[in-house]
C-alpha cells in the first residue's frame, strides 16, 4: 500500500507512507524510469489520497524530468524527477526494504507551480493508524 497526504502542517509539505508492498512497487517501477531510453518516461503506480475527512483512490505519476517538480491534482499526483533523485528514492526504498523504516523521513524538495516555497516530500514507513484510514 501507498498512501500520501499534502499537509497536515504546510500545504507545502507531501508525505508518502509505505508499506513492504507499496516500497517494492515504487522501487520497480523507479528502476524502470531509470532505465527508460526516453528522457521523458513515466510511471504509473495506485495509491491512497488522504484527505482531510476522507480518503480516495488516486494514481502516482512518476517521471524522468531535468528538474524536480510535482504537479497535484484531485485524482493524482506527478512527480517529475531528475536522475539523481530516482537514484535518492531508489536508495531510501531499498534502505526501507532492509530495515523497516525511512531515518529520516526527508526525501527531497519539489518545485511546483503556483507555490512560494518548494515542496517538501517524505517518506514514511505505514504506519497502523495511517493504514486503517487508508483503508488498509
Not at 494514481?59 to 531528475?82: C, F, G, P, Q, Y
Not at 530516482?86 to 525511512?102: Q, S
Not at 503556483?114 to 484510514?133: M, N, S
Request: hydrophobic letters at 50%; charged letters at 30%; one cysteine or more.
Amino acid at each position: 500500500m501507498i498512501a500520501y497526504r499534502f499537509g497536515p502542517h504546510s500545504a507545502d509539505e507531501l508525505s508518502f507512507w509505505f508499506d513492504r508492498v507499496g516500497a517494492e512497487a515504487m522501487l520497480a517501477a523507479m528502476r524502470a524510469l531509470a532505465s527508460a531510453d526516453r528522457e521523458e518516461a513515466s510511471e504509473d503506480l495506485v495509491a491512497t489520497r488522504l484527505h482531510e475527512a476522507s480518503v480516495a483512490v488516486a494514481r502516482i505519476v512518476l517521471a524522468r524530468s531535468a528538474e524536480d517538480a510535482i504537479v497535484k491534482s484531485e485524482t493524482a499526483v506527478r512527480l517529475s524527477m531528475a536522475d539523481e533523485t530516482i537514484d535518492y528514492a531508489m536508495f531510501k526504498l531499498r534502505e526501507f526494504l532492509a530495515t523497516g523504516d525511512f531515518s529520516p523521513a526527508e526525501f527531497a524538495a519539489f518545485v511546483r507551480e503556483g507555490r512560494k516555497y518548494d515542496t517538501q516530500v517524505y517518506f514514511c514507513r505505514l504506519d497502523e493508524q495511517t493504514a486503517l484510514r487508508a483503508g488498509g
